[in-house]
């Protein structure tokens, strides 16, 4: 996925099927939904991408890259999968 946010309706035009019919497949495939699964992948692209982080970088411009306007939930979110916050993560590149 890189930085290019993917949508739901991306997959269904990639694979020339219904939103319903791309969300049943996920379902029986994934067991979730493509929206969540789509949320998931974006947040360990996050994850990576700080982990790989340039010096300069900040959590911001990090996920601005990948559409993250809502800093606060997002960092709620990341600690909540993660168990640390996006700036720890961003530390811990730093340091090592």
């Known amino acids: 996925m890189g930085e290019t946010t993917v949508l739901v309706d991306d997959l269904c035009a990639a ?3 219904s ?4 969300r049943n497949v996920f379902h029986r495939y994934l067991g979730m939904g493509p ?3 789509l949320a998931l992948y974006r947040m360990h692209a996050i994850r ?3 982990c790989n982080a ?3 970088d900040t959590v911001s411009a990090i996920c601005g890259r990948f ?3 809502d ?3 997002f960092a709620a979110l990341y600690r909540a999968y993660f168990g640390v916050l996006p700036s720890q993560t961003l ?3 730093r340091r090592g």
């Not at 939103?19 to 791309?22: A, D, F, G, L, Y």
């Open 91 to 93: 530390r811990r590149r």
């Open 15 to 17: 694979a020339d099927a």
């Open 35 to 37: 929206h969540r699964y």
């Open 19 to 22: 939103e319903r019919t791309v």
């Open 67 to 69: 559409g993250v306007w």
């Open 71 to 73: 800093f606060g939930r």
């Open 48 to 50: 990576a991408a700080l």
């Open 54 to 56: 340039m010096p300069g």
